[in-house]
């Protein structure tokens, strides 16, 4: 039978999974993905919700399961109704959980960010894990706190909910650590972490290139036209600046970013031509204003994508922060190496999922 | 690879491929020019589809010619030109004018096609002018392979320009004014030969005696740099630059960055290349006229002669703006225009010989003005009046002129009928001659900057050598940074990467944890700075990133928090890397020395007054990388950071040497480490003579 891991909590879980689900794949295993309940971000164009993070992994392992298996509950708006079916919706859950498993090694839960979901109705993380015998593993991500030490409380907080559900919650991983905590999380954290009787699988130092989209990504977030240099659209981006200043003071924000979308009006030849001196992973222009032919010269030269969109320059920069929130199937194959290096390096993966 | 072109101005054999029969054809006007051009050497017309061309027997390709050919003109449609080069390599051609369009200046397809046609080219040694240009004119061969005008005169200047079409006009309007050429090129594309390589050629030709250009790119700032700087100790360049905004030079003049960059760099750059900058056209020819005919001026006292009250004191205002300096005459000289002038005669300078004055009175004036030795350069102004002798004038000015050869002689005829005739002779007999009295002082400016400019050639070309420099250290660390995928330096390493090139700096190190903070305070002794280390911020202390003058243990815990604390506040995505502590040092006067990189003609060095008085005054000087001992020393001389230094009020004189021997270490880093393309240390602390300077904080971006 396959041995299922269930990974709920904060930010961060969608390419950590992906790359434990490309480990196991790679080390001969079989290995499935399941995410049972999960919140409506997107939707498609048979009108459907779905969790963007369900398409991703799908799209980027080429799962054959459809994703109404992969991803049963997606949750729009109302809760509470749900209970009227609850037995129904176990099984749906137990039903897809088993068809996915069937003939797997391993089965790797994605969670619902919070553990209280559905707790209302009898459905919480804690009771999913029941219901499916699978291990529960919180995630944390340490940047977001004020105080590192209060991840200590979080912790306690979600033991004492699985404690109340009876069952036991199995350990931790700690995700997205500055460099100035680490020391302390280390040192301190994860000795006392340990004291509650919970594993801790990993700390894994602040990454952004793990969230990083790509510039193709980004061409479908804007409905942008490319216009030069078609074949480099697997570029990272990982940082955004806008070109709004005299070219020549342009020049030091240009220099300062890696691997950055640089955004600016396509009128703006002279500050273009300046940031395509930095090489950049992508310059969008924004406003449908078509540049100058010297521009796209000069981008074949440096290869570097020019993008055209019609938004403006302040939604196109709101777009690319959405974007930056939301793991697609494209930035997941094109980061690959870089996660399962992670994955490898950060987390102790053989004792996570229990193999010897 | 040659780079003697010799043969594409002085080509014994012209294939013109694209001979057209057709009068309407480009194809036809260039073969038309060449001819008529009065080219004593072989032409071939090449076109399939004819048997001869104006009256010259026309073969199917440049393969079939029966004979070498050194230079090939090719004008036929785009997607046919890569085949014709293969022939022409095939041939041995040594020379190709691309006429056609349809390269990179398309973009797509272009782009493609100019590499190809650049590959074939270096594939059989064939250098290429274009594509996308007008052509050239050698007036000396005499040799017009271009399409434009036929221009009448030959002589001295040689233009060289990146607009085919402003040629076309320049050329039209040439003859008008009695400009004399000795080469013309029109760039195009510049996918093989650019201006630096005509440049060099030109300033080998003995027709040649100024160089005009019109570039709105440079294509290789260094090299261009290189060889200006070496043919303008020779003859005099003047370049026009288009695409210049002074925008740039105007933007928030907070750090070098911004400083520099864009006109300032041009200016920093053609200071060294000793290249005379102009910003229009008709400046451009002002001075190529002046050039091409007369001596460079010993000096910049200029003597006005005029019949105008009027005409000269405007010439004197303009000459006063743009730097020259009224000559003041010696007592004999003027005690010769009293005895020989009218009382009413103004026989300071400027000189007014009144509106009565013949060409006689303008022979005295003129004659005793040029014998005195106070006088560098003469400006003749001439209005006609009623008994005004213009043309009998004009044989004066050129008399005077053969007799006193070493001083340059500009004449201001301003005029219509009256005074054409006049000028006419004054232009058939080399002398200079203006409409108006500001272009003759543009002019001759441009002759007396010529003179300095060579001068400072020669004053900044003794090279200094720093040999106490750790560059494997300097690499290390900006390899270390660029692996962590950073292009900014933390304030630690930017610090040890200018230590190793022996700059000192106020010791600093970076902290990863309060108790590693407390650690390092302790081993560098009370009071230290907090600084938060990110490469994301830049303003340290607007995000709350520095705690000044921390005296205990228990200080440097808090102060770690409240930086950590506040940054993750006010610059929630920066990444973090620590905090840096660094040993307080005394207080010295403040001053900033940067780099930043062009793009075009790598690193400009600045220097000013530090702190925040860098963006309160604005105050600072530039030059291009590297430096010579006199532009290390210029550069702080120029500012009023100087004054502060020399000891302003009472106060005694700062250490200057080790101002000058920090910028002679920054030029020296960022001419060994070109990876750095910002850099700024500010505030540099300069402390009492003999005490030395510290860097305090540094910052540093690479690529």
Same mark, same amino acid.
């Given at each position: 039978m396959a041995k299922s891991v269930l990974i709920f909590g904060e930010k961060g879980k969608t390419v950590l999974i992906y790359g434990l689900l490309k480990k196991l794949i790679l080390e001969g295993f079989k290995a499935g993905y399941y995410k049972p309940i999960s919140k409506a971000r997107y939707r498609l164009p048979s009108m459907k919700f779905v969790d963007p993070d369900v398409v991703a992994i799908k799209d980027a392992l080429g799962l054959q399961e459809p994703v109404e298996i992969l991803s049963p509950v997606v949750i729009t708006r109302n809760i509470v109704e749900l209970k009227n079916e609850l037995d129904k919706v176990k099984k749906t859950i137990v039903d897809n959980y088993n068809s996915i498993a069937e003939g797997k090694d391993f089965v790797i839960i994605e969670g619902y960010p919070t553990p209280e979901i559905l707790s209302s109705i009898g459905l919480s993380v804690a009771d999913l894990a029941k219901l499916l015998n699978s291990k529960p593993v919180l995630m944390i991500?340490?940047? $977001?706190?004020? &105080? &590192? $030490?209060?991840i200590l409380d979080k912790i306690q907080l979600y033991k004492c909910f699985f404690e109340f559900h009876n069952y036991k919650l199995d350990g931790v991983i700690i995700n997205n650590t500055p460099i100035y905590f680490m020391e302390r999380v280390n040192d301190v954290l994860v000795p006392a972490i340990k004291d509650m009787g919970l594993n801790v699988y990993g700390v894994v130092p602040e990454k952004p290139r793990l969230l990083a989209p790509t510039v193709r990504d980004i061409v479908e977030v804007l409905n942008a036209e490319v216009l030069e240099n078609k074949e480099r659209l697997s570029n990272i981006v990982e940082d955004i600046v806008v070109g709004a200043m005299a070219p020549s003071a342009a020049l030091r924000w240009f220099r300062r970013a890696v691997n950055a979308a640089i955004v600016t009006g396509g009128d703006r030849t002279d500050l273009i031509l300046a940031a395509l001196e930095t090489k950049p992973s992508v310059v969008i222009l924004t406003g449908n204003l078509y540049p100058d032919i010297s521009v796209l010269v000069k981008a074949k030269e440096v290869g570097v994508p020019i993008l055209l969109t019609s938004y403006d320059t302040y939604t196109t920069v709101e777009k690319l922060r959405e974007v930056q929130s939301v793991v697609t199937a494209d930035s997941l194959k094109i980061k690959e190496s870089y996660i399962i290096e992670t994955i490898d390096r950060e987390l102790d993966w053989r004792k996570l999922l229990n193999i010897a | 690879m040659s780079r003697n072109l010799e043969l594409l101005f002085k080509p014994r054999s012209v294939a013109v491929i694209g001979a057209s029969r057709d009068p309407n054809k480009v194809g036809h006007a260039i073969l038309k020019n060449i001819i008529e051009s009065g080219y004593k050497g072989r032409v071939y017309p090449v076109n399939p589809k004819a048997d001869s061309v104006l009256g010259l027997t026309a073969y199917? @390709?440049? %393969?079939?010619?029966p004979d070498e050919v050194d230079l090939a003109v090719i004008v036929i449609p785009a997607q046919n030109v890569l085949d014709v080069m293969e022939e022409c390599g095939r041939k041995g051609v040594k020379f190709a004018v691309v006429i056609s369009a349809g390269f990179k200046e398309i973009g797509g397809e272009g782009i493609e096609r100019e590499k190809k046609l650049v590959e074939i080219a270096r594939k059989y040694g064939i250098r290429v002018v274009g594509p996308n240009c007008l052509g050239i004119i050698d007036m000396h061969t005499p040799i017009n392979a271009t399409f434009g005008p036929q221009p009448q005169r030959k002589g001295g200047i040689a233009f060289i320009s990146q607009s085919g079409a402003l040629l076309t006009s320049i050329l039209d309007w040439s003859s008008k004014v009695g400009i004399g050429f000795s080469n013309i090129v029109s760039l195009g594309n510049k996918a093989d030969l650019n201006e630096t390589d005509f440049v060099e050629y030109l300033g080998e030709n003995p027709e040649t005696k100024v160089i005009l250009l019109y570039l709105e790119s440079i294509s290789d700032g260094r090299r261009f740099i290189q060889v200006t700087s070496a043919v303008s100790r020779k003859k005099p360049i003047v370049l026009l630059k288009g695409g210049v905004t002074e925008a740039g030079a105007r !933007? !928030? %003049? @907070?750090h070098t960055g911004a400083m520099a960059g864009g006109a300032t760099a041009l200016k920093a750059a053609m200071k060294k290349a000793g290249v005379i900058l102009v910003s229009s056209l008709s400046e451009l020819f002002d001075i190529a006229i002046a050039f091409a005919n007369q001596p460079i001026p010993q000096g910049g006292r200029v003597g006005i002669v005029t019949n105008a009250g009027g005409g000269g004191v405007v010439t004197s205002d303009l000459a006063i703006l743009r730097g020259l300096k009224l000559a003041s005459l010696s007592p004999s000289t003027i005690d010769v225009l009293r005895k020989s002038l009218p009382p009413m005669a103004a026989i300071y300078n400027p000189v007014d010989v009144l509106g009565d004055a013949r060409a006689d009175r303008y022979r005295v004036a003129i004659e005793t003005l040029l014998r005195d030795p106070n006088v560098d350069a003469l400006i003749t102004i001439l209005t006609p009046q009623a008994v005004t002798e213009p043309e009998e004038t004009a044989k004066v000015i050129i008399e005077m002129s053969r007799l006193y050869i070493e001083k340059p002689i500009l004449s201001v005829f301003i005029g219509g009928e009256k005074v054409e005739k006049a000028v006419k002779l004054l232009i058939d007999n080399g002398i200079p001659v203006y409409d108006m009295p500001e272009k003759a002082v543009a002019a001759l400016s441009g002759m007396v900057m010529y003179r300095e400019l060579r001068e400072y050639l020669a004053k900044i070309a003794e090279s200094i050598e720093v040999y106490d420099v750790d560059k494997s250290t300097a690499l290390s660390i900006i390899r270390k940074a660029l692996q962590e995928n950073r292009r900014v330096l933390l304030e630690s390493e930017a610090k040890d990467l200018v230590k190793s090139y022996g700059i000192p700096v106020a010791p600093t190190k970076l902290a990863r944890n309060e108790e590693e903070a407390v650690e390092i305070a302790n081993s560098m002794g009370y009071p230290v700075v907090l600084k938060i280390a990110s490469p994301d911020i830049t303003h340290k202390s607007d995000v709350g990133g520095v705690v000044m003058n921390i005296r205990s243990d228990e200080e440097v815990r808090e102060a770690f928090r409240t930086i950590i604390i506040n940054v993750r506040r006010y610059a929630p995505n920066a990444s973090i890397y620590g905090v840096v502590v660094q040993k307080m040092v005394p207080k010295g006067r403040e001053v900033i020395i940067g780099t930043t990189k062009d793009p075009v003609f790598g690193h400009i060095i600045m220097f000013g007054l530090g702190g925040v008085y860098t963006e309160l005054f604005k105050d600072v000087s530039f030059r291009l990388a590297p430096l010579s001992l006199y532009e290390a020393k210029e550069m702080v001389m120029e500012t009023k950071a100087y004054t502060l230094l020399k000891g302003f009020r009472g106060e005694p004189p700062a250490d200057i040497p080790s101002v000058i021997n920090t910028l002679i270490r920054v030029s020296k880093l960022v001419t060994d480490v070109p990876q750095i393309v910002e850099m700024d240390i500010n505030p540099l602390f300069v402390y009492e003579e003999g005490v030395g300077a510290l860097a305090v904080d540094v910052k540093i971006v690479v690529e």
């Open positions: 991500n340490a940047k $977001d706190k004020d &105080v &590192v $030490d209060e | 199917k @390709s440049v %393969l079939d010619i !933007a !928030a %003049l @907070s």
